[in-house]
């Protein structure tokens, strides 16, 4: 695992992101240092996959600021960004559903032009997720949702992210999968990746982060180590059933 540094990668200011005559993320603060992983819980509408979204990219946002690797990030395209190595793996997948599992994970190197070692990438994925390898050359569409959820998190690793960004990536999975899928996650911050994690499973997301952030209606309403906000008796009554 790479030692945690105080070097800042991602540092959002102020960001405000409206769409649709709504003000879904109202003024939100919180950075993300390298190595560490970032927890992002919170109810449903809370503005967590906007924020998401408007940090790689996807989404324009209006007003406030995204600094990645120390420069301003607004106006740029998502392209771009994952040239950068600032990577998603949206809510839903998003697998190429007629393209094996092979060429998906390929497809995740498109801004790579190093052949042998998108190769060795290849099948250093197929080494993180076993599961992959056995169905190399099936249709992705195929798959279950955890195997979809497995590839499209290799597909982003083939990109060589200095930051993944994971949104909801347990939802609509069976309890099994969903501890393999935390698994590795767990697995991919011990190789060093910086992780943003958005997910409604309070309590897993918060027992595996260094530091979480709680969001409401648009805003940042706590923050604290993983630990402690997993202990917080505001967040366990609100987010743990509790």
């Known amino acids: 695992m790479a030692e945690k540094s105080n070097k800042v990668l991602l540092n959002i200011r102020g960001l405000k992101v409206a769409y649709g005559g709504i003000q879904a993320v109202k003024g939100v603060d919180f950075e993300v ?29 209006n007003d406030g600021d995204i600094e990645y690797l120390g420069k ?12 950068q190595g600032l ?3 949206p809510e839903g997948r998003g697998v190429f559903a007629r393209m094996t599992i092979t060429e998906n994970l390929l497809m995740g190197a498109y801004t790579r032009n190093d052949k042998a070692g998108i ?29 979809q ?19 909801e ?21 011990a190789l060093g990746v910086t992780i943003v994690l958005v997910e409604q499973n309070a309590s897993r997301a918060l027992a595996i982060a260094d530091r979480g952030y709680v969001m409401e209606s ?3 309403t706590m923050t604290g180590a993983g630990q402690e906000l997993l202990s917080d008796p505001r967040v366990r009554a609100a987010y743990l059933g509790e």
């Open 218 to 220: 648009g805003l940042v």
């Open 87 to 89: 990577v998603m793996v």
């Open 72 to 83: 301003s990030i607004k106006g740029r395209g998502a392209w771009d960004l994952v040239k």
């Open 169 to 189: 990536p347990s939802m609509g999975l069976s309890p099994i999968m969903v501890d393999k899928i935390f698994e590795v996650v767990r697995d991919v911050y």
């Open 119 to 147: 190769a060795a990438d290849v099948e250093r994925m197929f080494t993180i997720f076993p599961r992959l390898r056995e169905r190399k050359d099936q249709l992705a569409g195929t798959m279950s949702g955890g195997e």
């Open 33 to 61: 240092r390298e190595g560490e992983l970032v927890s992002l819980i919170g109810s449903n509408g809370a503005g967590k996959t906007t924020t998401m979204k408007a940090i790689t990219g996807t989404l324009s946002f």
């Open 149 to 167: 959820q497995m590839l499209a998190m290799g597909r982003a690793l083939m990109s060589q992210p200095k930051v993944l960004l994971l949104d």
